[in-house]
């Protein structure tokens, strides 16, 4: 248990509350009433950092890229860095793996300054550069070996073929391999090294369903091994699936971040459950009088905003023995997409598109 | 220095080398094509050039009258050199194809024959003919020698008809104004060396600046631990290669189709390394300003064919219009065959070391330009 001391945003008064790391506690202040979210985040190490910018800008001309941006990703999680194309992402990775250089702020990768450290760093980062293809007429092995024979202590090529399901492929030239094997081989370069950060840019664009989920598949296998994860993508359901800690970015700026629940809670509606078609007359007002927040839309649908699972159950309970006439019902939690929305005025698929 | 990743660099790009079938028929195919219709070509002979050098060396009136009869051939430009001048000498200061020596004797034939005819106590014996008038040409410019060679045949054909009837008193003893017998595919060879390096280290160069970074491979390199010194060498020792198997390909395939004779020493290979380190810092430089991968191609092209026709690698650049000589001056690829044709066809000692040098100079500015030229890191 901790205890803390915040100030009320309004009339400033000073408020004592006290929780565990992890809790999120919803508090008023007792003077004005204001009413407000705090969470304990847990205290980190600096070691207990993969990769920590602070104040990071890039500016081209009168273009500012990447405006004064600050985000650590934790050792071991899948980070992704999500914004539409153009929004500052891959300036942002390709600064911190000292690609590009910054008009200012800090980079620390594995707790040392990439600007004067980067040479040691390399032996210990792996990355898949955006729209990545090899050599083509390399077979995956050739290139996987062409690769490895960069570092001092080189991983075992067989093994990564291995790990990466790439056994039956491994003669074949690169050229004749399908867009999610290419993929799956250039993640497999970024492991000759047996990295403890992996960057990937943007690794399933451009590829079918099946093979963008084959990918994600690799990259929930990386997680599992321990690896950290550093993801750049503007696909949401590409970080709903993958990441513990979702980073927005959107015009060079951090708009927020925080795992998936903590920004569905912060920014989201929750989750609604719709009665499509209803034909009984009256269930509105019984659920109203019932205390759910509850609203009509058109052709009969009536949406249940629900505060948790239990209220779920209590809804449909109701339906059953009021014997409700309906079409079907629907639960819909809220998504990234609709957090951008909120947040920027536009969906993420329309500006990236 | 990481010699494995070199190592395996080097091996790598050889297979992915051969396995392209493309490259490898501009690298080895198209030259050996050249060779074949160029030589086909050459070897009929079909051109036009005048100027004729006449050393008299007998100065007779018979020799008087032989060599007037040139002078009555419209088109042919007649240059009567004195006796105490190397004909030679000349011809490769005057940059002159075919010259005709008449040697003392010249119209003591004549009149000994003529008095055989009338004088049966006469010790002239026909076994001493054909007297041989001595003709010297440039083996680099075929079709000039050719047709110079036919009419200097008609004419002697034609003064021993007037003279004999029929006996052939002169012949031609023919040799070459550079000391050996060389065939014009001699000359033709060393230009396909210098052009076909020039376009394997070009493209190869552009290559690597233009789709490795569409590709994202440079970006890849940056981030692991290979040096900008060790990416380098590791490419020049595969461009080398490239350059010395084409090279040697294309000696092999003149040797055993056209009896390519050529001396192989060490300008030889100063130059086959200097053309190879020039050419790929123009190719560097090309994909400084150039970045898309199509662009970089035309632009490539742009400036390795019209500098193939302009420095003299199929023609000799005396054939050509003064103002292309003087351009030619300014073309890299220019010294690259006149190295070349010095180091290996002439072996003319004090022009191989001019030209090796100026390749080199070039080589240097050239190489070292595209190094700090080329963008490792993005902006």
């Not at chain 1, 210990?124 to 690769?147: A, C, D, M, N, W």
């Not at chain 2, 220095?1 to 080097?10: E, G, Q």
């Not at chain 2, 003919?129 to 009419?151: A, C, G, W, Y």
Request: aromatic share 12%.
């Amino acid at each position: 248990m901790v205890e803390k001391k915040i100030q009320c945003p309004k009339c400033k008064k000073i408020i004592t509350i006290s929780g565990n790391y992890g809790d999120v506690k919803t508090l008023r202040c007792p003077d004005c009433g204001t009413e407000g979210k705090f969470s304990f985040k847990k205290y980190y190490e600096d070691e207990d950092f993969a990769v920590e910018v602070k104040n990071l800008k890039k500016i081209y001309g009168d273009l500012t890229a990447v405006n004064d941006i600050s985000f650590s990703v934790k050792k071991g999680e899948v980070f992704a860095f999500l914004g539409p194309n153009g929004a500052g992402k891959t300036t942002t990775v390709e600064m911190i793996e000292s690609i590009r250089k910054p008009s200012s702020g800090t980079i620390k990768v594995l707790g040392k300054d990439i600007s004067s450290s980067f040479d040691d760093i390399k032996e210990k980062i792996g990355i898949l550069p955006q729209e990545f293809h090899s050599f083509e007429k390399y077979t995956v092995r050739e290139t996987l070996f062409y690769f490895s024979q960069l570092y001092e202590n080189p991983a075992n090529i067989d093994d990564i073929i291995n790990a990466m399901d790439l056994e039956s492929e491994k003669n074949k030239l690169y050229k004749d391999l399908s867009g999610g094997l290419k993929q799956r081989v250039g993640v497999a370069i970024s492991l000759v090294n047996d990295p403890q950060i992996i960057f990937l840019d943007e690794p399933s664009t451009g590829l079918d369903p099946k093979a963008r989920r084959e990918v994600w598949e690799v990259i929930a296998g990386l997680r599992n091994k321990g690896k950290t994860v550093f993801l750049t993508t503007h696909y949401m359901e590409e970080a709903e699936f993958l990441a513990d800690h979702i980073t927005i970015i959107h015009k060079g700026d951090i708009i927020a971040q925080g795992s998936l629940d903590d920004l569905i809670n912060r920014y989201g509606e929750g989750s609604i459950l719709r009665i499509k078609n209803c034909k009984t007359l009256g269930i509105f007002d019984f659920l109203q009088d019932k205390g759910f927040d509850i609203s009509k839309e058109g052709n009969g649908d009536i949406a249940v905003k629900l505060k948790n699972r239990e209220e779920a159950l209590e809804v449909l309970s109701i339906l059953k023995h009021e014997c409700v006439e309906y079409s079907t019902i629907d639960i819909r939690r809220s998504n990234l997409e609709e957090i951008f929305l909120k947040l920027t005025g536009s969906k993420l698929t329309e500006v990236s598109n | 220095m990481n010699l494995k990743f070199i190592k395996a660099d080097l091996i790598l790009s050889i297979k992915h080398w051969l396995r392209s079938t493309g490259t490898v028929f501009w690298t080895i195919l198209f030259p050996i094509l050249l060779i074949l219709i160029f030589g086909a070509i050459f070897s009929g002979g079909t051109d036009v050039e005048f100027d004729l050098i006449l050393q008299d060396l007998d100065n007779s009136d018979f020799s008087d009258s032989f060599s007037s009869i040139f002078n009555e051939i419209k088109g042919v430009n007649l240059i009567n050199l004195s006796e105490d001048e190397n004909v030679k000498d000349y011809m490769q200061e005057e940059d002159k194809r075919v010259a005709l020596i008449i040697p003392e004797g010249f119209g003591d034939t004549i009149s000994e024959y003529i008095s055989s005819q009338y004088d049966p106590n006469s010790n002239f014996s026909d076994d001493e003919l054909p007297f041989d008038l001595k003709l010297i040409v440039d083996p680099s410019d075929q079709t000039t020698t050719s047709i110079l060679q036919n009419i200097i045949s008609s004419v002697i054909y034609q003064f021993n008809m007037n003279i004999t009837g029929g006996l052939n008193i002169f012949s031609i003893d023919q040799e070459s104004s550079v000391g050996e017998d060389f065939e014009y595919i001699d000359f033709f060879v060393p230009g396909i060396i210098g052009f076909t390096i020039m376009t394997s280290m070009v493209y190869g160069s552009i290559e690597r600046n233009t789709k490795y970074r569409k590709d994202g491979i440079l970006r890849k390199l940056l981030t692991m631990p290979v040096t900008r010194a060790e990416w380098i060498i590791s490419k020049m020792l595969f461009m080398l290669f490239l350059s010395f198997i084409s090279t040697f390909v294309i000696i092999l395939v003149g040797y055993l189709t056209w009896g390519l004779s050529v001396h192989i020493n060490i300008f030889f290979f100063a130059l086959v390394i200097g053309t190879s380190f020039m050419f790929s810092g123009l190719g560097m430089i090309i994909g400084r300003f150039v970045k898309e991968e199509e662009t970089a191609d035309m632009a490539g092209g742009a400036i390795t064919f019209p500098m193939m026709f302009l420095a003299g690698t199929f023609f000799p650049l005396e054939q050509m219009p003064e103002f292309l000589k003087t351009i030619a001056q300014f073309l890299p690829l220019y010294y690259v065959n006149e190295g070349f044709r010095n180091a290996m066809v002439y072996a003319d000692f004090d022009k191989t070391i001019y030209f090796t040098g100026i390749v080199l100079i070039f080589a240097a500015v050239f190489f070292i330009a595209g190094i700090f030229l080329t963008k490792w890191h993005e902006d």
